[in-house]
Every structure is written in C-alpha cells, then in structure tokens.
C-alpha cells in the first residue's frame, strides 16, 4: 500500500507541470503532436506490469530521485521548461525503482522512453542532431515509440534484464554529449544588442517593408518589423520582433527555414566579439544560397541560442530577437566580411 501511495504520488510534479505542456500542444507547431505519447505511455506501462509484483526498496533509486526532484521543484536552478518535464518523468521513473527494485523499474523503462518523447521541443531537437525537417522528426519519434512497445514485448517474453550501472553509464554519456554539444548555446550570455534600424546605418541604405498578413497573424502577440538595406551588390534582409508574451510564436531560426523547405548545410555559434555571439546558418533552396546570423536579447544580455533564450524567457519581460540575411555572393568569407560590416554600422547607430 506505501508503495502505490509513493507512486501516485511521484506523478504529482509532471501534473502540475500539465498547464505548460497543454499550452505547448495547443500553440507550438513544434509539440502540436506530442500529447500522443502521453496517452501512449498508459497501455505500455500497463502492459509492462500486467500481473508483475514490485520487488524490494532499491535505495540506489535515490541518486535519480534527488536530483530529478531538485530539477523540478527549484526550477530557477536552470530555467528550462523542456527540462522541467523530463526530470518530473524521471521522478515517477526513480519513485518505480525505489519502490519496487531495479526489475521493476526496467520493465517500466520503455514506458518511461515514450513519456519522454513528449518532452517539449524534443522534435526540434531531434531535427537539429539529425538534421532533417522536423516531420522527419516526428516520424522517427513515432519509430521510437513502436520500439518500446516491441521492446516490453520482448521483456515480457525473454526476461531479460539489463544491469542497471550499464544502463546509467548509457544515459551519461547521451546527456553529458547533449549538454556539450549546447552548452554554447545554452549558457553563453553576451552583452545586451537590441539595435535601432534607421533610413541610414553606415554604407548601407535600407527601408521598412511592411509585413504581410501571415507574418502578423503569426506574431500575434509580439511585434514584428522588416527591413531592407542595400549597398553595392549586397542586399541584406532584416526580421525584428519584440516578443510578445506567447513563447511559441519564436521559433529557431534553422527551423522556420527546413519548414520553408530549405536544406541547413552548417549551423554553428560565431563570436564576434568576446561578449557577442551570433548563430550563423548556412542553407539553400534551388539555386538560391543564404547566410542567416540570429541573436535575442533582453536589456541585460543576449544569446546566440534558441535555447539560452527560452532558458531565460519568462512571460512579461522585454525580449527580442533579430534575424539578419544575404545572398551569398562569391565565398561565404565575402558574405561575412558584409554582415559584419552591417553589424558594425547598426552599433554605432545605436
């Protein structure tokens, strides 16, 4: 009976945590699907432990729970709501094997896998390691589920039983590659760049453009404002939003392209200065050929990152993202040597 009670209980953060994924389902094209997993997890977890018994208490359980736990109750520690939803998985995970031994908890694994795969913005991440559209993405989340189902059919049948250091070594190493692989785009915070687009920023000449019906109806809570500016045989794009107070209408800027159909070839940090860095996107679309550079900024700092931004994000503050462009026109290096022309002359209008 304790044992259920602790159980039940340890479901508790990821319900409280509901109000957020509901909103992300509801509003982010990102996570529109991901509440399938969710109503998933239910008959796979069943499954696994149809006519199965608990075993003994497994204190090593704690080295997950505690920390999970502190994930998902202090979540100022990191400020990432994606983060937030798989530590609550993982406390229910953690409570399993507490209560009921490691058997237990590794019949209950794949359905934890699939709880998982509900995480927000795990779909773009998925796009970004593999770097494919995210409808690829979805697909191969959807692989992943179907796995886990053969896998409980495969436990059930086999008995099987994978220790458990083997299994923590595993996922180590995928979460420490995930954060190294981030961590600049994580953590990195640079100094505040919100610029002001005049008729005249240095060599280059530019105008509003007035954006269209879409582009409004998209940012419908934010404001959003478009530029154009010229010099020579540089024609450079500009997108500029104040957001709003719906996290969702941004988006990285590599995905809004693979949703226009473009191909990414590199997406890489680029430090301009020791306190500024952009993310620099390479990609092309027929024989149109792109340079993309992308910050966001409060008054206080600025990111290169979609992640360091959404870590920081908290509704009613004063955020912003800029999104500048240009053809590339002869070496990538020439296109650069321009940004970084433009990005000069935008800071000493500003």
């Known amino acids: 009976m304790i044992k259920t009670v602790l159980i039940v209980l340890s479901f508790l953060p990821l319900l409280l945590h509901f109000p957020y994924l509901l909103q992300a389902w509801q509003n982010s094209r990102l996570d529109h699907w991901d509440w399938i997993f969710y109503l998933a997890a239910v008959p796979a977890a069943f499954w696994a432990m149809y006519k199965e018994k608990l075993g003994k208490y497994d204190f090593y359980a704690l080295f997950l729970l505690i920390p999970a736990l502190a994930l998902t109750v202090f979540p100022a520690l990191h400020h990432i709501n994606a983060l937030l939803t798989a ?22 694994l794949p359905a934890a896998v699939i709880l998982l795969l509900g995480t927000p913005s795990s779909s773009y991440q998925l796009s970004l390691l593999l770097m494919c ?23 059930r049948r086999s008995r099987t039983l994978i220790k458990r250091g083997t299994l923590l070594f ?16 994580l953590y990195f915070e640079g100094s505040s760049f919100i610029p002001e687009f005049t008729g005249h920023c240095g060599d280059f000449w530019g105008r509003s453009i007035q954006p269209d019906e879409n582009t409004r109806r998209f940012f419908a809570t934010s404001t959003v404002k478009q530029y154009r500016y010229t010099k020579n045989n540089i024609d450079i794009s500009v997108l500029a939003v104040q957001c709003g107070k719906d996290i969702h209408e941004i988006h990285p800027a590599s995905h809004c392209l693979r949703t226009g159909m473009w191909t990414i070839y590199s997406e ?25 550079w992308v910050w966001y900024s409060s008054e206080k700092f600025s990111t290169p990152g979609f992640l360091g931004f959404r870590r920081h994000f908290k509704p009613g503050g004063k955020y912003y993202t800029c999104q500048v462009s240009a053809p590339l026109s002869g070496s990538i290096e020439n296109t650069r040597d321009e940004l970084k022309k433009f990005m ?6 500003k």
């Open 87 to 108: 530590s609550a998985v993982g406390v229910i995970f953690a409570t399993v094997w507490l209560a009921g031994a490691w058997s237990s908890a590794y019949k209950v």
């Open 133 to 155: 559209p995210v409808y690829l993405a979805w697909a191969v989340k959807f692989l992943l589920a179907a796995a886990s189902f053969v896998w409980i059919w495969y436990n």
């Open 170 to 185: 595993t996922a180590a190493v995928l979460a420490s590659s995930f954060i190294l692989l981030h961590s600049k785009e």
């Open 268 to 292: 890489n940090v680029l430090y301009l200065q020791d306190n500024f860095a952009v993310t620099e996107i390479e990609a092309g679309k027929g024989e149109n050929h792109i340079l993309v």
């Open 344 to 349: 000069q002359a935008l800071r000493r209008t």
